[in-house]
T-cell receptor
Framework: GQNIDQPTEMTATEGAIVQINCTYQTSGFNGLFWYQQHAGEAPTFLSY????GLEEKGRFSSFLSRSKGYSYLLLKELQMKDSASYLC???????????????FGKGTKLSVIP | NAGVMQNPRHLVRRRGQEARLRCSPMKGHSHVYWYRQLPEEGLKFMVY????????ESGMPKERFSAEFPKEGPSILRIQQVVRGDSAAYFC?????????????FGPGTRLTVL
């Protein structure tokens, strides 16, 4: 089965740094994705990790430890527009059906306050 | 460079009616995925299609739901005889055949309300 856990809500101050954690227990692993979703809008791709370590992209970084089933998304220099839900998603290994379906956590709602 | 397009953005149906949701993938993308998002829940995979083929429909209810991706035109998710429990946001995503990361890019969703 697939189980992905992330905190439901977080609050952080404008200009600060916030770390959003994601733990997963899945029957297989073929990559982890982070998406940002503003209320009523499409999830927007942020980052992809398939090997252990840190991937940096501007103000956003994502870390993966496959042995621990753990990832985090790090947001630096927070801005008000970063207030959104952040979705952690794990992709299962290629299956006989040829599917690359993603399994999503419920999302972490981040509120950035002045 | 247009992203994934979905229409309608909002759809209201009465119980027992049919709902048709459309998705046009990004230019150059040949893989389409449909997901459903219930309030306070994560996105749930429904079906994965390539042109004229359903590759994986393991997440789609066996009854009343169907999907297609014809050679020409958008992908269609069809829900027959809708019930209140079908009220949700339905998202379509697409990916490129030659993308080694197979990243999925999402459309804005269709919010279905069943009265």
């Amino acid at each position: 089965g697939q189980n992905i856990d992330q905190p439901t809500e977080m609050t952080a101050t404008e200009g600060a740094i916030v770390q959003i954690n994601c733990t997963y227990q899945t029957s297989g692993f073929n990559g982890l994705f982070w998406y940002q979703q503003h209320a009523g809008e499409a999830p927007t791709f942020l980052s992809y990790n398939v090997l252990d370590g840190l991937e940096e992209k501007g103000r956003f970084s994502s870390f993966l430890s496959r042995s621990k089933g753990y990832s985090y998304l790090l947001l630096k220099e927070l801005q008000m527009k970063d207030s959104a839900s952040y979705l952690c998603a794990v992709r299962a290994p290629y299956s006989g059906a040829g599917s690359y379906q993603l399994t999503f956590g419920k999302g972490t709602k981040l509120s950035v306050i002045p | 460079n247009a992203g994934v397009m979905q229409n309608p953005r909002h759809l209201v149906r009465r119980r027992g009616q049919e709902a048709r949701l459309r998705c046009s993938p990004m230019k150059g993308h040949s893989h389409v995925y449909w997901y459903r998002q219930l309030p306070e829940e994560g996105l749930k995979f429904m079906v994965y299609l390539q042109k004229e083929n359903i590759i994986d429909e393991s997440g789609m209810p066996k009854e009343r739901f169907s999907a297609e991706f014809p050679k020409e035109g958008p992908s269609i998710l069809r829900i027959q005889q809708v019930v209140r429990g079908d009220s949700a946001a339905y998202f379509c995503a697409s990916s490129r055949l030659d993308d080694p990361t197979d990243t999925q890019y999402f459309g804005p969703g269709t919010r279905l309300t069943v009265l």
